[in-house]
């Protein structure tokens, strides 16, 4: 049902389409330097079912020959090991998510005290990472139809995205009226505390001075 164009803010009209192309189009090319010793990672926040593609490779800052290898390990928010790889030069991963929350990726040399590294990593999530050439010939679409088709993934995943935030502001408000319900039940006893303390410090003072006839 269309409602009141009047009562619809002109920057909507501008909002939409730009988060369209955003999801089109995402695709994160991140450069990591790897340290002699030690990991380095990346991470993502990420709902059920999306689908995620990535594609690295070493590059030595030194430009030696043969270039040094790397381990690599994926994991799931609860700590699923998702894809896991040594001695290495390149490797890509594919997954769809199974758990919402933050998917980690980490990289360390398998040489420590080599020379220093870097690793390109294209990752691809959600509709970025769908085969359209494949869903163009398996149906037989192209040009406008095939945009069209773009166009209505990534409205999907604008919605699948919308859900998403609001699922999880649901669930912070909830977390945080428990917090906000403790703190006060926490404050009221601690009052309660205080006060039978000074009750019985009163109540110890006064039997102290009667004892020594004081009062």
Known sequence: ???????????????????????????????????????????????????????????????VHPTPTISARVTSPYGNTLHHKENITHSQFAFTTTEAGNYLACFWADNPGGGSLSVNIDWKNGIAAKDWESVARKEKIEGVELELRKLEGAVEAIHENLIYLKTRESEMRSVSETTNARVAWFSIMSLGVCILASVLQILYLKQYFQKKKLI
């Open 1 to 63: 049902m269309m409602g009141d164009s009047g009562n619809v803010p002109r920057f909507m009209y501008f909002a939409v389409p730009l988060m369209v192309l955003c999801l089109l189009h995402k695709g994160e090319a991140i450069w990591l330097s790897l340290p002699p010793t030690g990991t380095k990672c990346v991470s993502e926040e990420l709902h059920n079912n999306v689908v995620v593609l990535a594609d690295y490779v070493v590059i030595s800052d030194d430009h």
